[in-house]
């Protein structure tokens, strides 16, 4: 996707085009009604929903009939770690390395962030160390690569060895890769890793010899509260299609314009 694509969606003949006015009296409204709870949080939703929709890249914007994506509900997410310990098992991933992780995020009610990551969250949320007292709010937050279309990474590699498929997934040819590591330096997302068993870089790559196969990644497949939806974004009947078309989805970093293809529901200014 381009963000900087204003091209409304019109698959469903609504117009979701909108003016500067509307968007200032919308955005007023929505002010207005900060702190009346769920009819405030409704509204903003609502209009949050067709901000991202509006930004929504028509389908026949995408370089291939198969643009793979995924996108994470944070408010569902639960931090049990059943993703991560499936991604590792998967992929044979090298202790205290990950592919994908879960960061817990805790803000107090003095403004103060407090981010852990116990093992990646592969054996569930660390202890409850904060007094309940102290604590504003709380939420888990799943990561891993956001198989950019225009990388950092793949631009950093000398030799080629990570680069983007025609199905929109950014991969590691092993036997390409000479083990310079720039492209662990230049990920801006903090998601590559120097694999010791390899001897190469490494990072997620949307499970793809299992996605190429018709079959989930394993992370999505294992997550028993439906966090994670993965799909083909060129299909406009696609779980992850109606997914991005029903709710107001960001990616991590949007002003350095990487073009990440994952995708977050429920982001807030807290995520690092």
Known sequence: MNPEENTPLTDSGEDNTMTRSEFLAATGKSVALIGIGAAGYASWNSLTSRLAKREMTPIKQYPNTTWYSMAIDIQACIGCGKCVEACCAENDVPQDDFRTWIERYRIKKDGTVLIDSPNGGKDGPGPD???????????????????????????????????????????????????????????????????????????CTLCYHRITKGKLPACVEVCPVKARIFGNLADEKSEISKFCRENAVVTLRPHLKTGAKVMYKGLTKDVV
């Open 129 to 203: 160390d904060v007094p309940e007292d102290q604590i504003e709010k709380s939420f888990f937050m799943p990561k891993l690569c956001n198989q950019c279309d225009d990388s950092p990474c793949t631009r950093a590699c000398p030799v080629g060895a990570t680069f983007l498929t025609p199905e929109g997934a950014v991969i590691v040819d092993y036997d390409y890769c000479i083990g310079c590591g720039y492209c662990i330096q230049a990920c801006p997302y903090g998601s590559r890793f120097w694999n010791a068993k390899k001897q190469t870089a490494d990072k």
